[in-house]
């Protein structure tokens, strides 16, 4: 991109722009680089909220912009039910899993239910309770199989924990619907960009 101006304010502010710019188009290739091989089997990259503090939407539009998808953008937006949330409950809710599930779906009729699981046996305490998502959490591609066939038609089913881009396509194979990657936004590395001067540029060139 080219840009003119006075070179006062263009210092003043290139290295917050490029700082920006090379972060969030970090993002976003790195995104691309997950979708690209996810895509082929129509699974959906998604992101999570481990992103820059104050950073949030910035960082989630770029993962749009690397052909990704959001997953809630904070705990207002979707109820995710994840692995100290089921301690606690297992101390003093009722009805296991499944029980949170319905709990949850008593108190947010409006919003989306989403549990962890962490094996076959959970998986199927909770379906009866109909989530609208199963998180599937560090499972290996032959479990992730044999789950997303006894959830098949019941919910959507998303796996997370550790892939890489070495490991997505295995995942992205065994039909789940989608795969959420942390990396995206806490560990993508940042494009490299410098801003130049072009010597003889400008109105008085």
Not at 46 to 59: G, I, Q
Request: glycine content about 10%; charged content about 25%.
């Amino acid at each position: 991109m080219s840009l003119e101006g006075r070179a006062r304010s263009i210092l003043a502010a290139e290295r917050v722009a490029l700082n920006f710019l090379q972060r969030l188009s970090g993002i976003a290739t790195l995104t691309r680089r997950f979708v690209e091989k996810a895509g082929p089997f129509g699974v959906q990259v998604l992101d999570t909220r481990k992103t820059a503090p104050t950073l949030r939407v910035l960082e989630k539009y770029a993962v749009l912009c690397g052909g990704g998808s959001n997953h809630r953008f904070g705990l207002f937006d979707r109820i995710l039910i994840k692995d100290n949330h089921r301690a606690a409950w297992s101390r003093h809710g009722a009805g296991g899993l499944g029980g949170a599930v319905k709990e949850a779906r008593a108190r947010f009729p409006r919003h989306i239910i989403e549990i962890e699981v962490e094996n076959e046996d959970e998986l199927e305490q909770v379906l009866p309770a109909k989530p609208d998502w199963i998180m599937l959490d560090n499972m290996p591609p032959a479990r992730l199989e044999r789950c997303v066939a006894l959830a098949r038609g019941r919910c959507k089913i998303e796996a997370s924990g550790g892939v890489t881009l070495d490991t997505i396509e295995a995942v992205a194979r065994t039909g789940v619907d989608a795969v959420s990657i942390g990396a995206l936004t806490h560990s993508a590395p940042a494009a490299d960009f410098s801003l130049e001067f072009q010597p003889g540029a400008g109105r008085d060139g």
